[in-house]
């Protein structure tokens, strides 16, 4: 499910920004050169000056603790889910799951995502020091301390940033859209100012990222949300509830709202106390002639001097371009991956949002659970086996197009589940998981929509890990242009479905499937050109090339990618079997709920077995 308490977005869609993720590679270090060599006033090296390698396995092992903490963030995040959906609305989800997540997404992403980014290039950072005469002090030579400085002056920008778009956001909100409620516009204050004090510890994240000091972040992450989930489920178990055991709008999206504000308080103390701690203890750093800087006064802001001319700078020019350069970018990626919200926001009441936000929640986990590791272990394999030519390049080729057309039917077998049992058992799942107050409103029609879109984003996901993998910068920017035309027709489609058609949020589903179909098309297209055009040209023999073109056809073709009729056939009946179950019984009371259940488990079981012994050659293929 969602974000109700998910941990604040840096990304779009996902959960994760793109800068935490290369965070888990390897990144360009720099031990420092010794006291010797850098003399008091010697220039300071460039921002992407080139640095030592950094251990593999302190990267390997921070990228461990990473996964650890998305799974440790993952799991609190739908504890608490589960246990607030039976205190809350549809309402307070729809305006804490959608509005507000949109709110934080936009000034997060845009406030630090770009600099993030730049700041990756820096190389690191040695603070071992030099002991003082006196023995008090940790002395940082002059070239490092001046890396050290403007690396701290550029991460203290999101900050400033943040504090514009939010005093913008609620400008507008009090000029141009009329508040909800009376309490509106104190929400969009506080998750603006919880925005704000998140950024403000990004000095401090961006010191702990260039030491690699990955279990730093796991431990206050991990923390924050720890202290997240207390605080909504305190507020909300505290909180007047109504005959229904449900809390009231006001009451359920403040208990958010402060639980918001408590992590962003929690991320900032803790990146405080441990930079404070490092510089400071056991003995605190200053930098080399500059005595009146110790300590924790190292990561305040402050001008730099370059002693042969005198000029004052606060950030390195090559990081402004950069950072330049990823905002564009950020802009468009933020706009394509938070479109649903977006159309979400604009066009449907805060109850049906809360519908969508709730079906969008648990379906992602289709995606993460099963789709991202096909997805991820498809892109290595395929670059790999077909990333260059060599003696067994055609027998490649053919290995490469049949586990291809394997997967893509995998994912079709996958996406039948979901679209004939997925929805006619989309009212008791959101029942038993959510309660009355969902499965009563239009989540179970949403989700079973949803059901349908499932598949596309299966077989979308592998086309674009095989396109990924292979494709040129040329291509790549086309695909670009390609994503900005599926947006905005998903915006058309999605706008007509609500505002013509009345669908709600079953609209931005079809919109969604629109997109996810255009996206296949596009990649589909690269493959087919790839296997039967591009990649035929490695293979010098004229003869054996005619061969293994009419062979890779085949192996692509339509009809030995889609299952058999037998297959199709028992699965339209699975289908109609259900939907007779779900129109008959329901799920109204415990006894109907079990009969239902039980119907699904025994047709489900007849189902998978005709389908394994149609598609034995397919279980041999996955092996």
Not at 171 to 184: A, G, H, N, S, V
Not at 308 to 327: C, E, G
Request: proline share 4%; glycine share 6%.
């Amino acid at each position: 499910m969602s974000s109700v308490a998910s941990s604040p977005p840096a990304k779009g869609r996902s959960t994760q920004s793109s800068s935490d993720a290369s965070a888990a590679r390897t990144v360009p270090a720099a031990a420092g050169a010794p006291p010797s060599a850098e003399k008091a006033g010697s220039p300071s090296p460039p921002l992407a000056a080139t640095a030592n390698s950094v251990d593999a396995s302190t990267t390997l092992a921070g990228g461990v603790q990473l996964v650890l903490l998305q799974v440790w963030s993952r799991l609190a995040t739908f504890v608490l889910n589960q246990l607030a959906l039976r205190f809350i609305t549809r309402e307070v989800l729809g305006i804490v799951a959608l509005e507000m997540e949109l709110l934080m997404s936009t000034i997060l992403f845009l406030s630090r995502e770009c600099i993030r980014m730049a700041l990756l290039r820096v190389p690191k950072i040695d603070l071992s020091g030099v002991p003082s005469r006196d023995g008090k002090f940790l002395i940082i030579p002059r070239a490092r301390y001046e890396l050290l400085q403007k690396m701290v002056n550029f991460a203290y920008v999101p900050a400033a940033i943040g504090a514009v778009l939010s005093v913008g956001i609620i400008t507008l909100f009090d000029l141009y859209r009329p508040l909800k409620e009376q309490f509106y516009g104190q929400i969009v204050l506080i998750f603006c100012l919880a925005s704000v004090v998140e950024l403000v510890a990004e000095p401090m994240y961006v010191l702990a990222l260039n030491g690699l000091k990955f279990s730093v972040r796991v431990r206050i992450e991990g923390a924050a949300v720890f202290v997240k989930c207390v605080v909504a489920l305190a507020v909300l178990y505290n909180s007047d509830r109504g005959n229904d055991g449900r809390v009231s709008l006001e009451g359920g999206v403040f208990a958010f709202a402060w639980a918001q504000l408590s992590y962003g308080a929690c991320i900032t103390w803790g990146y405080v106390f441990h930079t404070w701690l490092s510089f400071s203890f056991p003995k605190p750093f200053i930098p080399e002639k500059r005595p009146d800087i110790k300590g924790f006064e190292l990561v305040l802001p402050r001008e730099i001097t370059d002693p042969s001319t005198k000029a004052v700078s606060y950030f390195a020019p090559d990081s402004l371009s950069l950072a330049w350069t990823f905002a564009k970018q950020g802009l468009l990626k933020h706009l394509l991956t938070e479109g649903d919200k977006i159309l979400s926001v604009s066009l449907i009441t805060s109850a049906m949002q809360g519908d969508y936000a709730l079906v969008e929640k648990y379906g992602s986990l289709v995606a993460r659970i099963i789709f991202q590791p096909i997805e991820e272990t498809g892109r290595i394999y395929f670059s790999k086996v077909l990333g260059s030519a060599d003696d067994s390049y055609s027998e490649n080729l053919r290995s490469a197009a049949k586990a291809l057309g394997v997967i893509i039917r995998l994912h079709i077998l996958v996406g039948l589940v979901f679209v004939c049992f997925g929805s006619n058992y989309a009212g008791l799942f959101i029942d038993i998981l959510a309660g009355r107050e969902f499965s009563l409103g239009t989540a179970p029609f949403v989700l079973a929509t949803y059901c349908f879109y499932v598949p596309l984003m299966g077989i979308n996901g592998i086309t674009e890990a095989f396109f990924q993998g292979l494709a040129d910068e040329q291509l790549v920017m086309k695909q670009s242009y390609w994503m900005i035309a599926c947006w905005v027709i998903f915006l058309a489609i999605g706008g007509l479905s609500i505002s013509v058609f009345k669908l709600a949020a079953i609209g931005i589903v079809l919109a969604n499937s629109f997109n996810m179909a255009m996206r296949i098309s596009f990649s589909w297209n690269f493959v087919r050109n790839f296997f039967l055009e591009k990649a035929l040209e490695k293979v010098k023999d004229s003869t054996a090339k005619s061969s293994l073109r009419k062979e890779l056809a085949v192996t692509l073709s339509v009809r030995e990618i889609l299952p058999p009729v037998a297959v199709w056939a028992v699965f339209g009946l699975a289908w109609a079997a259900t939907f007779a179950s779900d129109r008959l019984l329901g799920w109204g009371t415990n006894r109907n709920k079990l009969l239902h259940l039980a119907t699904g488990v025994v047709v489900f079981a007849v189902t998978a077995a005709i389908a394994f012994l149609n598609e034995k050659s397919t279980v041999r293929n996955l092996k």
